[in-house]
Nanobody, 123 residues
């Protein structure tokens, strides 16, 4: 059982940047995919992006492509979400996720979830 702990959320102005971190309690297997979802009030959870632990290939939602970047650090069992050019519509609780297998876009495809971290972008 892998536990995921996010950090790095906060309040930022439009156009600003934040970096979220997600530390896994154990080193993800090479077959793992890690990623991020977000959920705004009154909306369903939305796929943000994902990364294969082995190889580092990434996938992003169109809404964040070109602004957000996912990376991982083997030595620290950590996945990062670098968020630039933030917009008010990026305001949400951001969740770190993990699964065995490739990156998927459905929330139900992920077995492991962090507790979430709030990101608020003011206009």
């Amino acid at each position: 059982q892998v536990q995921l702990v996010e950090s790095g959320g906060g309040l930022v102005q439009t156009g600003g940047s934040l970096r979220l971190s997600c530390v896994a309690s154990a080193r993800p297997f090479s077959s793992y995919a890690m990623g991020w979802f977000r959920q705004a009030p009154g909306k369903e959870r939305e796929f943000v992006g994902g990364i294969r632990w082995s190889g580092g290939s990434t996938s992003y939602a169109d809404s964040v492509k070109g602004r957000f970047t996912i990376s991982r650090d083997y030595a620290k069992n950590t996945v990062y979400l670098q968020m630039n050019s933030l917009k008010p519509e990026d305001t949400a609780v951001y969740y770190c996720v993990g699964r065995v297998g490739p990156v998927r876009w459905g929330a139900n495809d992920y077995d492991y979830w962090g507790q979430g971290t709030q990101v608020t972008v003011s206009s």
